[in-house]
């Protein structure tokens, strides 16, 4: 028997949304048999979304056990891990425990993997209580067990680099795929220079976004941070060409920044999680470029009334987090750059300055 | 003296922020000089965004003494038409009173013309207190001023159709300029077939992109209305090759009717004013297809979390209600298509059935 390749088979609450909109999944329970286009994965780590985990240590002010709890009683209750105050998940690592005879996914049993889709839509049951969670960070070690769909998305975990390392990029790793197709496509139309602006340069989208725009071909990189600090990141991460300090809530001067450093852009990049940044970000953009949003703090309206208002003839995306091949490109880019693998593991040492997959 | 392009030189609260996020304009006031590169506007007729209009009916409970007074209050305090609930505002028409000698805009006095930007940026002062609008529709005829900015925009009403018509058309004109644009573009690749999806096609931006979908070289045209009534006048104007009813919140529904009609989309276009509907469009296209959506309702974050949990390999575009020339397309797909200037005509008689420009 073969399920929906959506995972519609294990939405029981409200029937016929999809996996994502519902209030409740039905899990994997020990003993039971997986449909045919299923794979069972044995969870040994929760990586919860930024805000999710924030929202839940503030309000039980910081008590492990409270927190314990609070996650559990959500596992438990909604069979996942989708936080319903701030409506994000995360992601979560495992091995493949056993892939049904008809997944397309390509996972054989033993191999460790992380899911590249939200928890927000993976059904999910906790068997130790999260006891192991001493709750001081997002990275939540567990034994569980989670289910894969036909259209679920997850990478296998590579045997060269650190697993925090390879947690910490596959969780933005749509963010370069995207910005390096969008820059691709831009350098097919006849200009020869190709400006490129990140807003939330040194943070890790931003960070693995300036990358890819560099393979792609960008002539010149700006990157906009918010403080001296990071713009000294990211100097020595080498990943930009100029380097602008500015508050991206504030259009005008944001613009007049990037102005005076080379700008305006062909193509702009949003990678920060911060409200209000639509009119900078516009502004900052040439007449018939681009600006891909992957900030989920965007507000839609915002930046519809925002282009028009401006007579701004701005191509504007939304991050799809999903592109072919994006994990793949994105290890290849910490592989292949020492200076954003420098950044990414003071990140990943020092967790929590940016969101993460929600 | 010149001002500010973009109007910060009329922001006064809070200062340094856009027009459009600014808490209060300062307006014309008669007697007044125009900066070098302002047009002041006699405005005749303000044309309020349906959600405000309706938002500030149902405050009053249809009280015409009560309504007015509130959207005079709105306009005094502000010095623009920005309902602080909804966010919205409208557009509005007049005749051309000055144009400053360095404006940009090409208008001359006694030109009429629509506003194509929002009044939520547009600086305005009421000089009858709208002693003649009955407040039973968001059509308020008014006398008072208005000021574009160097890069505001505004179209003159063309003198061989109805005014009512003109602004309904102008009104939305943004929809179809970006869909003919994105299946230019689409049809630029490889494929022969195209396949465009309309949700809302009977609707004042649905019918009209439907329209520029087909002048664009759509070689199918699926349109999505919720009923029958609906379906029947989109049955009557030809503008659809096949019609599917289904609601639009339903995604598996939706995308399964959209797959019999001839789906999945390579282009669909959201144009229905509700919450909701961007798993089932996300859904009812392609792999490397492109959904745009005009919808104010639509979310970022679900748009963007759906695309990735159902490894949906589509570009998202935030519809942008400026495309150069938008007006100009909008109006001569009227003036050319008998079947979508009926279906306008009966919209412009029976008002209040759609969202307008926010």
Not at 287 to 298: E, H, N, P, R, Y
Request: some cysteine; overall charge neutral.
């Amino acid at each position: 028997m073969t399920g929906s390749p959506l995972g519609l088979h294990r939405v029981i609450e409200p029937p016929g949304v999809l996996p994502q909109a519902a209030w409740r999944l039905e899990p994997y329970r020990p003993g039971t048999t997986i449909a045919a286009d299923e794979v069972l994965v044995r969870v040994d780590r929760l990586n919860l979304d930024a805000a999710s985990y924030r929202q839940i240590r503030e309000t039980y002010a910081g008590d492990p056990g409270k927190i314990r709890a609070a996650v559990l009683e959500i596992i438990t209750t909604r069979g996942k891990m989708q936080n319903p105050v701030t409506g994000s998940g995360g992601m979560l690592t495992g091995t493949v425990e056993r892939a049904g005879s008809r997944s397309p996914l390509g996972l054989h049993p033993g191999q460790r993997i992380a899911t590249l889709i939200s928890l927000t839509l993976t059904p999910l049951t906790i068997a130790d209580s999260l006891a192991r969670w001493d709750t001081r960070s997002e990275q939540v070690p567990c034994d569980g067990y989670a289910i894969l769909f036909a259209r679920s998305i997850a990478a296998v975990l590579p045997a060269d680099l650190p697993v925090p390392l390879s947690l910490a990029v596959l969780d933005v790793c749509g963010a370069p795929a995207l910005t390096q197709r969008v820059i691709k496509q831009a350098r097919t139309s006849a200009r020869s220079d190709l400006v490129v602006v990140i807003i939330g340069a040194a943070g890790k989208s931003g960070s693995l976004s300036a990358a890819a725009a560099r393979e792609a071909g960008a002539t010149k990189i700006i990157g906009v941070v918010p403080a001296e600090s990071e713009a000294a990141l990211l100097r020595e991460a080498l990943l930009a060409d100029e380097i602008v300090i500015a508050d991206a809530r504030d259009p005008v001067g944001l613009s007049d920044k990037v102005q005076a450093a080379g700008g305006p852009a062909d193509v702009t990049v949003v990678c920060v999680d911060v409200p209000g940044c639509e009119g900078g970000a516009i502004l900052s953009t040439a007449q018939g470029g681009t600006v891909i949003f992957f900030s989920m703090a965007t507000s839609f309206s915002s930046a519809a009334l925002t282009a028009e208002g401006l007579a701004a003839d701005v191509t504007m995306l939304v991050g799809n987090g999903y592109v072919p091949g994006h994990a793949e490109l994105a290890l290849g880019l910490v592989r292949s750059t020492p200076g954003l693998r420098a950044l990414f593991e003071r990140r990943v040492g020092a967790e929590g300055a940016e969101g993460s997959r929600p």
